[in-house]
């Protein structure tokens, strides 16, 4: 690592211990959505008027409630039915973490460029985390997709003090400063955001490949879709299975995600999340 990516790192770490970093505020419609989820009086009718506000958030929407994330076995294409589907809980959190797309993006073009890779990286792993979930534990599927999509969002205000400054810097040296930062950073927002812990300790915990707790969580789902996501087809060239305890609790051996069943799943549900 050179000067000059050391340099940055510590200077966002001192704007950090100095509360003085700019985080990330959660989109218009993540926040409606979420007050919509407290609110025991709510009707799908309701909630899709607020949706159907954003035209794109609705065709996402709909492409998520025709997925294999729902495993319904009828297309529809009316914005009322596919939060029904869904349910009110599981509608509130695909559309807070929908509207998450907005946020990954950037005028300068690297940035911009290495922001919507993320994006495309974080969907994937939601997509897995979430088909994982609903085959292997009694947990929530739309929350381990949720955890996916938010897992590297720590990257958010890196690449903002990087546009705002005009850093020269190449691919390779952006990267190397995200990964030094993102898990600390990805915390710091989602307590921001008042997430719940559960989804907090994902970013800081997801490469902990040796981690020990009792039961499977959220932390081992996105950990075990994102070696799934680098390695899936490769198994070989990732870490000895022995070394990633995650895979255990879930309950799953690397060598089962190449079931081309499975992985079509997988595939599908990220596909429903990306654009």
């Known amino acids: 690592m050179d000067a000059l990516q050391s340099d940055i790192i510590e200077e966002i770490e001192l704007l950090i211990q100095k509360d003085r970093l700019i985080l990330p505020t959660l989109p218009e419609i993540a926040l409606q959505a979420r007050d919509a989820a407290l609110d025991p009086n709510i009707s799908a009718r309701e909630l899709a008027e607020v949706v159907s506000n954003d035209p794109a958030m609705t065709a996402r929407l709909i492409r998520v409630a025709n997925s294999p994330l729902v495993r319904a076995q009828r297309q529809i294409d009316d914005l009322g ?6 349910g009110m809980s599981m ?4 559309i807070s973490a929908l509207a998450m797309r907005q946020m990954f993006q950037a005028s300068h073009p690297r940035v911009d460029t290495l922001m919507r890779e993320i994006w495309g990286r974080s ?15 009694p947990l929530k599927p739309d929350q381990a997709m949720l955890a996916g999509l938010l897992y590297q969002v720590g990257a958010l205000p890196v690449f903002s003090y990087i546009e705002e400054h005009d850093a020269l810097l190449s691919s390779d040296a952006l990267d190397s400063i995200v990964a030094a ?15 719940p812990q559960e989804l907090i300790q994902v970013p ?19 950990t075990v879709a994102h070696l799934e996501s ?25 060598t089962q995600t190449g079931d081309a069943e499975l992985r079509q799943e997988m595939k599908s549900t990220g596909q429903a999340l990306q654009s």
Request: proline fraction near 6%; hydrophobic fraction near 45%; include cysteine.
């Open 181 to 195: 930062l993102h898990p600390r950073l990805g915390a710091l927002i989602l307590s921001h955001w008042e997430f």
């Open 123 to 137: 969907t994937e792993v939601a997509g897995i985390a979430a088909v994982l979930c609903r085959h292997y534990t």
């Open 230 to 254: 680098l390695y899936g087809s490769h198994p070989e060239n990732g870490p000895a299975v022995e070394t990633v305890s995650a895979y255990a609790r879930i309950g799953l051996q690397p």
């Open 204 to 222: 800081m915990d997801y490469t902990q490949l040796q981690r020990q707790v009792p039961v499977a969580d959220y932390v081992d789902l996105v």
């Open 81 to 86: 039915q596919a939060i029904a589907r869904m």
């Open 91 to 94: 509608a509130c959190n695909i």
